[in-house]
């Protein structure tokens, strides 16, 4: 069974970190893993992604400079470093395997396998 899950959410001030992990069991192959938002009333966005093809990564350029994607093959865990947290980081923080031969990895449509999401909570 493939499985996605995540952890590391919480509360944190504005300026805090947090580490968000995703574990992934019950792959057969290497899938490219995006980290999605999604918060109340909005529509669910690319936060971060990384190409299981050849490492390239994309990250929302309002996060750029303050989040990190990486990956830990031997754990089969992908993480998203989050620093200098702002209030309008809140979202459920979701990550997500992408469809193979999927072009585009910033669109959630072209995602096969979703974990449960995390909640992150800024305060200001």
């Known amino acids: 069974e493939v499985q996605l899950v995540e952890s590391g959410g919480g509360l944190v001030q504005a300026g805090g970190s947090l580490r968000l992990s995703c574990a992934a069991s019950?792959?057969?192959?290497?899938?490219?893993i995006g980290w999605f938002r999604q918060a109340p009333g909005k529509e669910r966005e690319a936060v971060s992604c990384l190409s299981s093809n050849d490492g390239r990564t994309y990250y929302l350029f309002s996060v750029k400079d303050r989040f990190t994607i990486s990956s830990d093959n031997a754990e089969n865990t992908v993480y998203l470093q989050m620093n200098s947290l702002k209030p309008e980081d809140t979202a459920i923080y979701y990550c997500?395997?992408?469809?193979?031969?999927?072009?585009?990895?910033?669109?959630?449509?072209?995602?096969?396998?979703w974990g449960q999401g995390t909640q992150v909570t800024v305060s200001s």
């Open positions: 997500a395997a992408l469809r193979p031969f999927a072009q585009d990895m910033r669109v959630a449509g072209n995602y096969v396998y």
């Open positions: 019950g792959f057969t192959d290497n899938y490219t």
